[in-house]
């Protein structure tokens, strides 16, 4: 019996395949002559149906396509319909088998109802992860900023077009390539350093460094770095640079501009200063000697006219303190006659006398030369406006000023025991008043010094310069 099936099967399976594909009614004719000899030679029609299962299942594990799934267990039906034909007449369980066939080719369908769903969904999810792997594509495509990976040898894997705005190269010609070899030779140990920071999985901060462009020119380019990961392990680094070249220049000319500021500035005090001095305070002395002569003359000491003269001349003598006071204060002489330390404990004399100040002097002698003539001039600026913010603003009781000098540097610290206030604020203010903190910081800068002001709510206020020297 299992024998004749054996016999069946080959050329069943072969004349469904064949009908599958569209053999069409010579298909059939070889299914209801299969079907006669089974039957003729005593296989059952659950037999048949087993038999038509299996089949069906091999032909169906060949196939991918699941959207015809439903069609080929339709068609085969027909086909095995067909085969069992010559049983009509013969086997009662015809009916039966059949029944049972349908049942079966409802649960295939369901099966493939099931698996529809399921692949409609998987396409959906890939639809979205396109688009929005499309929307970040777009974005890295069309950024400014170059977008990079670099592997784990710090090799290029990947950017995007900006770079060849920027670099005025092909990206191709740079893929694969070491990324530092595109940049300044002195900016490549710190890249380096910041390239190892990422593989250790950190996120450092952003760094400058000059790029090398084809045109032979060099851009500063501002680096963001973070690694990259891959289930769980950092693959390669991912990093965002910006052309900076511009936003430098406006920065440094601003830089230019402040202390061209400051020199002129500085010019223009030593000319009225002069003018002060040289011209109005000489016409005053020589007023002055004139009233002088004129009172002599005057023989009722005691008339109105004789008091009138010593009135006129008490007020130009002190018309002539004044112009030399602001005349010193313009241009400091005592800086050139009697060195810095001198006249930094004259001025603090002065300005004690001036605002009932106590202020504590300790200033180290400076041999000549030790700063430059402008230096010099600086520190005493801004020692004098340092000393006039106190004075308007701190309600400080005391003042420490200290000029040090050490082997490589001289420093000056001014500190106030007022109310301090908070500094992030104080620089410029919108409507152009407080020049006086940024004037200070200007000149430092100037003298190639670092500027330091920190300052403590109701403990008062510190600013520290410090000059480094060539010798000692
Ligand atoms: N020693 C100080 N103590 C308290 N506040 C100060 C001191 N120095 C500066 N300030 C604050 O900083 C501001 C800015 O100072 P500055 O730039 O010199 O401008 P200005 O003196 O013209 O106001 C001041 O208005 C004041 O509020
Ligand atoms: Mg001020």
């Given amino acids: 019996m299992h024998d004749i099936l054996n016999n069946i099967r080959a050329p069943y399976e072969d004349a469904l395949r064949g009908f599958l594909k569209g053999t069409g009614e010579e298909a059939l004719q070889r299914a209801y002559d299969l079907g006669r000899r089974a039957a003729e030679d005593g296989v059952g029609t659950l037999d048949m149906v087993k038999l038509h299962e299996e089949v069906l299942h091999t032909i169906l594990k060949d196939s991918q396509r699941s959207e015809a799934l439903a069609d080929t267990v339709r068609r085969a039906s027909q086909f095995f319909a067909e085969s069992l034909s010559p049983y009509e007449m013969t086997h009662r369980g015809f009916q039966e088998a059949l029944q049972t066939l349908r049942v079966r080719a409802d649960e295939l369908a369901d099966m493939n109802r099931m698996l529809e769903d399921e692949i409609s969904e998987r396409t959906e999810v890939e639809r979205a992860l396109r688009e929005s792997e499309n929307r970040f594509r777009t974005l890295v495509e069309t950024a400014r900023d170059v977008i990079f990976t670099l592997s784990l040898h710090g090799r290029i894997t990947s950017m995007n077009p900006a770079f060849e705005d920027l670099v005025g190269a092909q990206r191709t010609e740079w893929i694969d390539r070491s990324c530092v070899t595109l940049l300044h030779t002195d900016d490549t140990p710190r890249a380096i350093r910041v390239f190892q920071q990422v593989l250790r999985?950190?996120?450092?901060?952003?760094?400058?460094?000059?790029?090398?462009?084809?045109?032979?020119?060099?851009?500063?380019?501002?680096?963001?770095?973070?690694?990259?990961?891959?289930?769980?392990?950092?693959?390669?680094?991912?990093?965002?640079a910006r052309d900076i070249t511009e936003r430098k220049r406006a920065s440094e000319d601003l830089r230019t501009l402040a202390q061209r500021v400051v020199v002129a500035q500085e010019e223009e005090r030593k000319r009225i200063s002069r003018e002060l001095h040289d011209d109005i305070c000489q016409r005053l002395s020589a007023t002055k000697l004139h009233l002088e002569a004129l009172q002599d003359k005057v023989r009722d000491k005691r008339s109105p006219l004789a008091r009138g003269l010593v009135d006129v001349r008490r007020s130009i003598g002190a018309t002539i303190k004044e112009v030399r006071s602001i005349s010193a204060n313009l241009r400091p002489a005592t800086l050139d006659d009697l060195g810095l330390p001198t006249a930094l404990r004259l001025l603090c004399r002065e300005f004690s006398k001036m605002h009932d100040i106590t202020v504590r002097v300790e200033a180290d002698p400076l041999p000549m030369h030790t700063l430059p003539a402008q230096t010099e001039t600086a520190v005493y600026r801004v020692t004098q406006e340092a000393l006039s913010n106190?004075?308007?603003?701190?309600?400080?009781?005391?003042?420490?000023?200290?000029?040090?000098?050490?082997?490589?540097?001289?420093?000056?610290?001014?500190?106030?025991?007022?109310?301090?206030?908070?500094?992030?604020?104080?620089?410029?203010?919108?409507?152009?008043?407080?020049?006086?903190?940024?004037?200070?910081?200007?000149?430092?800068?100037?003298?190639?010094?670092?500027?330091?002001?920190t300052s403590v709510r109701n403990k008062g206020t510190t600013l520290k310069l410090d000059i480094p020297t060539t010798g000692p």
């Fill in 390 to 453: 106190v004075a308007k603003h701190s309600r400080a009781r005391e003042v420490y000023v200290q000029l040090r000098r050490t082997g490589t540097s001289v420093s000056l610290t001014i500190r106030d025991n007022g109310k301090g206030f908070d500094t992030t604020k104080a620089f410029v203010r919108s409507d152009g008043t407080g020049l006086g903190l940024f004037s200070m910081r200007e000149r430092a800068q100037l003298a190639s010094a670092t500027f330091d002001l």
């Fill in 201 to 240: 999985g950190e996120i450092p901060a952003t760094f400058e460094a000059r790029i090398r462009t084809n045109r032979g020119t060099y851009l500063v380019g501002e680096f963001i770095m973070a690694p990259q990961y891959q289930d769980g392990k950092i693959v390669g680094a991912l990093g965002i």
